[in-house]
């Protein structure tokens, strides 16, 4: 399995800005979906992104999108998560996690069940 490790959290203003990296390890990069998911205090962990093998292809949920953008760079076995236009709402610790390619992926049906490995997870604070 790969190894995820998340780096770009903290605390910023409503209406600010952040990006996300999840470094992996291996040389298997492009075997996998990633997916970046949150879970704020009393709340399930849900998906906010996904992006595909190659990059080309990128779901996000209705409440980030138009406001986060996933990407990634396989070269450097990394994928980000630029957040903007942050909200207090948006408060929670995200994961990256990685999900091994089997067969056409639709990335609007992943769940966290679909994912193999986690990052750590990293907090990120929206102040009002």
């Known amino acids: 399995q790969v190894q995820l490790v998340e780096s770009g959290g903290g605390l910023v203003q409503a209406g600010g800005s952040l990006r996300l990296s999840c470094a992996a390890s291996?040389?298997?990069?492009?075997?996998?979906?990633m997916g970046w998911f949150r879970q704020a205090p009393g709340k399930e962990r849900e998906l906010v992104a996904a992006?595909?093998?190659?990059?080309?292809?990128?779901y996000y949920a209705d409440s980030v999108k138009g406001r986060f953008t996933g990407s990634r760079d396989n070269a450097k076995n990394t994928v980000y998560l630029q957040m903007n236009s942050l909200k207090p709402e948006d408060t929670a610790v995200y994961y990256c996690?990685?999900?091994?390619?089997?067969?056409?992926?639709?990335?609007?049906?992943?769940?966290?069940?679909?994912?193999?490995?986690w990052g750590q997870g990293t907090q990120v604070t929206v102040s009002s």
């Open positions: 996690a990685a999900k091994r390619l089997n067969g056409l992926v639709l990335l609007h049906r992943l769940t966290e069940a679909n994912f193999s490995s």
């Open positions: 992006i595909s093998w190659s990059g080309g292809s990128t």
């Open positions: 291996g040389r298997t990069f492009t075997t996998y979906t």
